[in-house]
């Protein structure tokens, strides 16, 4: 007999505020105000500028024009962008300003009013004792910074965030290796940390394997834990296409975002835009947290209906047998309890997967930012294995990466799991051995920063004290740190929240379209993109390109030996090192004169020949995850407990914002009217006396937020959802042992009303 959970999906009641489709006319209507505004002009200057989009790793832009995606077709520049690009060309924050306004009252600033501040247009420093940020020279930074650099290196740390260039990412790394220290923190530890360990086991590669071109040739897709319509826009064209041509679609989500069930496409202005285009063909909605036992269910069912590939399996994979066993062995009884998703609703993914003969498997936040994140990689790329869906065109594994030059960040050498080639590149160009200690990922930096281990960080773009979860330890963390350089493009609620004991400087920087010079950047789907010099219109600023500090700051603390750090001002240099130390990278030694824009080397798996030593795709099994969730009665709420809920809350992005930063309050396609919201189940709200657009206080295991409103939605009954990075403070989240990636996904918390 079937188990499910006590109601049966779909849960798809919307609230009265949610539109019939994603997408559609708002995003017009968006593109409108923005671009025929008094900022029009600044804004089309930067769509059409050659240089990839700053917001999502999608990687619109580049030589061939702003609206161009790596398969050189047009009219692919999404709102996302624009949003990104509004917040770019603000006016500078102004002169007085940081005069004016005591840090206690910066401290007030809510995300969205710290972006609306403007752009930073001077470098400034928060002194022990002061009250003030006060302007200060470059000098004085420098003397500073170089002091700070110059201690133990174990007790120096880097924090950076995928924004920046691949120049920059280059000289961080090996200023920080060079120095003797390992301690690159990066954004991507908070998110695709569990895909990049995952994949770089199974397949030898820590990327997708998937180009563009190649899933454009799918006829089958998997989007699990993604909410593409509003992270990944461009992503739903192809979406689109692929269901023209006869293709499916399958998503998994808790969560029937409306965006993925039907879209409307400006880039199909008659037949999507106002009408929208159906996104999913069949739309499961597991228990959060656990994708794994509907992954090993799916597999069951491919087993059941004769559609395992034993001939791929045998010829280019190892350990299929123990996945097989695996799925033959657990019981669809556990998998149905566990995942929440029926027997029948299963079958029906493996009847369209299997029936498929291509297949791309894709995915996001929703399976990354859990206790198994690894786990969830395994299993949809056994899936992916099993079916025969990996190493041919149209076919394979592909994350969705985050920030627009994230991957190319990891691809640098950001990050505390450093290759063995790259190691020895860099010892090669050092003339010396690199025996590195083991280095402080994200949440470790946090740790160690509580625990006083840590004296000096730089931060080249982020906020780290607003991504990290349990905002009061990350406030008391980063006050345990002497000296913390933030270089930044806007103020964030981290720099003014994140201070360090005795100096707290901020360094304005240039954007991508405003660099003095070119700079190149990497997408999600290994394409290089090379982003031409620009101007900023912040004509009486005194900002600087990050790969001129960076370097500067090399030369200071490091010599001119072995490493020439002030030929390395020079991008064009900087390019021929990452071309003879970077693999796959060989062609970015000439881009400055052929332009010629590149998919890295080896990385898009076409042929059933994968990176491992062996040449096969290794697979490793998943156990089922715990899915328990504590009582009320273990949140301490007395009283409260008896008329209380306990629910997995699931923390991201709204509509408009982009990571910590917020550019609109509400998310309309889901009716969240503003940022203090729970988006959550009709039946689990009328459990607990609760109507529609009461307020309610949210507990998690670090702190409370009160006031909450609760909004009917489309989530699965025992599951919510809530904004980042404001909720970060009720939470310590657990972390993802291997990848060290937090559990966001899945936080347990208990709400009661507040009456
Ligand atoms: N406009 C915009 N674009 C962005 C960003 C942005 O903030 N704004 N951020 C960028 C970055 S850094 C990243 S990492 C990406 C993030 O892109 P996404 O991963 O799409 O973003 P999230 O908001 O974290 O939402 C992930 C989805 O996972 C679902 N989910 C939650 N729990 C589970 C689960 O247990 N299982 C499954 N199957 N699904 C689950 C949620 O319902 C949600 O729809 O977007 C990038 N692009
Ligand atoms: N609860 C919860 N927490 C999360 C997540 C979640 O889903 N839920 N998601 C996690 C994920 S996936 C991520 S990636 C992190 C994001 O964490 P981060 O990457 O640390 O944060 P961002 O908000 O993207 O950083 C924005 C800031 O970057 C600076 N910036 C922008 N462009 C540039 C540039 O070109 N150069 C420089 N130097 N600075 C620039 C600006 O000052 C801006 O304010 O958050 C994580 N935290
Ligand atoms: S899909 Fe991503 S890269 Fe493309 S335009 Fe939109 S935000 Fe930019
Ligand atoms: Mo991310």
Excluded at 294 to 313: S, V, Y
Excluded at 702 to 719: F, M, P, Q, W
Aim: net charge neutral.
């Amino acid at each position: 007999m079937e188990t499910t959970s006590p109601s049966q999906p779909p849960f798809d009641e919307t609230n009265e505020d949610t539109p019939e489709i994603g997408g559609g006319l708002p995003i017009i209507k968006y593109w409108a105000e923005h671009t025929l505004s008094p900022e029009g002009p600044k804004i089309w200057k930067t769509l059409l500028h050659h240089s990839a989009c700053l917001s999502c790793s999608w990687g619109t832009g580049g030589q061939k024009g702003g609206f161009t995606n790596e398969e050189g077709e047009k009219l692919q520049r999404c709102m996302k962008s624009v949003e990104a690009i509004t917040a770019e060309i603000q006016p500078p924050v102004s002169k007085h300003f940081f005069d004016t306004n005591p840090i206690a009252r910066l401290q007030q600033l809510t995300s969205y009013e710290a972006d609306r501040l403007g752009r930073l247009s001077f470098p400034v420093i928060l002194r022990a004792g002061s009250s003030h940020f006060q302007r200060i020279s470059w000098d004085e930074i420098y003397s500073i910074a170089t002091a700070a650099f110059k201690l133990d290196p174990e007790r120096v740390a880097s924090y950076s965030s995928g924004r920046g260039s691949n120049e920059a990412a280059f000289v961080l790394q090996l200023m920080m290796r060079t120095l003797g220290s390992n301690n690159l923190a990066d954004c991507s530890d908070l998110c695709h940390a569990p895909s990049t360990t995952a994949l770089s086991e199974m397949f030898g590669t820590k990327t997708s394997i998937v180009s563009l071109e190649s899933l454009k040739e799918a006829d089958c897709v998997v989007l699990a834990g993604a909410n593409s319509p509003s992270n990944h826009p461009r992503l739903m064209n192809e979406l689109i296409k692929i269901r023209d041509n006869g293709g499916k679609v399958i998503v998994i989500n808790p969560v029937m975002e409306i965006g993925l069930v039907k879209f409307g496409s400006p880039a199909f202005p008659v037949k999507s835009l106002v009408p929208g285009s159906k996104i999913a063909d069949l739309y499961l909605q597991p228990i959060p947290g656990s994708d794994v036992a509907l992954f090993i269910g799916i597999q069951k069912a491919l087993m059941g209906q004769g559609r395992i590939d034993r001939e791929f399996l045998q010829a280019h994979t190892e350990g299929w047998e123990a996945i097989l066993e695996q799925a033959h062995t657990t019981s669809w009884e556990t998998i149905t309890s566990t995942c929440g998703v029926s027997q029948t609703e299963i079958e029906s993914a493996a009847t369209i997967i299997g029936m498929s003969k291509r297949v791309v498997f894709a995915w996001a936040m929703g399976l990354t930012q859990q206790l198994n994140g690894v786990d969830n990689v395994y299993s949809i790329a056994n899936t992916a294995l099993v079916s025969g869906n990996a190493g041919k065109m149209g076919a394979g594994v592909m994350p969705v990466r985050g920030h627009s030059n994230v991957q190319g960040f990891g691809s640098m050498g950001v990050t505390v799991k450093l290759k063995e080639e790259l190691k020895q590149a860099l010892e090669r160009l050092l003339g010396r051995s690199l025996n590195l200690p083991t280095g402080y990922h994200t949440r470790d930096l946090i740790e160690a920063a509580a625990a006083g281990k840590v004296d000096s960080l730089i931060c080249v773009g982020g906020n780290l004290y607003g991504a990290n979860p349990n905002s009061n330890q990350a406030k008391q963390a980063l006050g345990n740190i002497d000296t913390i350089i933030y270089m930044a493009t806007k103020p964030n609620i981290g720099h003014f929240n994140g201070l360090a004991k005795t100096n707290t400087i901020i360094i304005p920087v240039f954007n991508r379209f405003e660099n003095p010079y070119k700079t190149t950047s990497e997408s999600g789907n290994n394409f290089v993109r090379l982003n031409d010099a620009g101007e900023t219109h912040l004509k009486s600023g005194d900002l600087i390109p990050e790969v001129e500090f960076l370097t500067k700051l090399a030369h200071y603390v490091l010599g001119e030996e072995p490493i020439q750090w002030r030929k390395m001002q020079d991008p064009q240099y900087i390019r021929q090192i990452i071309a003879s130390t970077i693999e796959g990278y060989q062609k970015i030694a000439t881009i400055d004169d052929t332009k010629e824009e590149f998919t890295i080397a080896d990385r898009i798996v076409t042929k059933p020949h994968f990176k491992t030593p062996s040449g096969k795709a290794k697979m490793f099994t998943t156990p089922l995850p715990d899915l328990t969730l504590p009582t009320a009665q273990d949140f301490n709420i007395g009283e409260r407990a008896n008329n209380s809920l306990v629910l997995a809350l699931m923390t991201g992005r709204s509509y408009s914002q982009h990571n910590t930063v917020v550019y609109k309050i509400g998310d309309m396609y889901r009716g969240m009217p503003h940022r203090n919201c729970i988006l959550m189940n009709r039946l689990d709200a009328e459990k607990i006396d609760l109507a529609a657009h009461d307020r309610v206080t949210v507990q998690g295991d670090a702190g409370k937020l009160k006031d909450v409103e609760v909004i009917y939605g489309s989530v699965r009954e025992g599951a919510a959802l809530m904004f980042y990075p404001e909720v970060n403070v009720i939470f310590t989240a657990q972390t993802e042992t291997r990848s060290g990636t937090p559990a966001y996904k899945r936080v347990p918390v208990v709400i009661y009303s507040d009456k």
